[in-house]
């Protein structure tokens, strides 16, 4: 099901934001004109050697702390979804695309607490030309994400 289906059939109040392509959360927030805090950047997780998938949900200028992470949900090991695995659990999005709807998808999501700092969020939907702008109380009540405290900022790359 498409995400703007999917929010119609939840009664949400939303806004589609189009935009050229754009392949990664960084980018989209320079393409919509949004800080890069503001933007929700969704991961997939493999989990339990893969028996388990993660939607993992935070800012588009942070990364994941994965041993907070991994705590978060309890221990054990968890490691990046590659791009054929997301289009495997996520068959109507464009390869590459993930948006912030594990429930969607029978997953679990994981949603870092500095999200719940702002009113609203923008997140990729199923496609890489499209966002999509949101009350965070409403992701909040629809998805119903456990929240923690795992993003963490870049540390800043060294020329040799």
Known sequence: MKTADFLTDKNLDYTVIPHGDTYDAQRMA????VSGREVAKTVLLRADKGKTYVVVVLPANKIIDFQRASQTLGGGKLELATEIEISQ???DCEIGA???????YGMK????????EDDQIV??????????RMKFADF????QPLMGSFAREAQPTVAP
Not at 109 to 116: F, N
Not at 140 to 143: A, K, P, Q
């Open 123 to 132: 997140f990729e939907g199923d496609s890489h030309h499209e966002s999509i």
């Open 89 to 91: 659990h996520c068959p």
């Open 98 to 104: 993930l948006p912030p709807f594990g429930s969607q």
């Open 30 to 33: 320079a393409a919509i004109h």
């Open 140 to 143: 909040r009540r629809v998805e």
């Open 109 to 116: 999501t994981l949603v870092d607490a500095t999200l719940a």
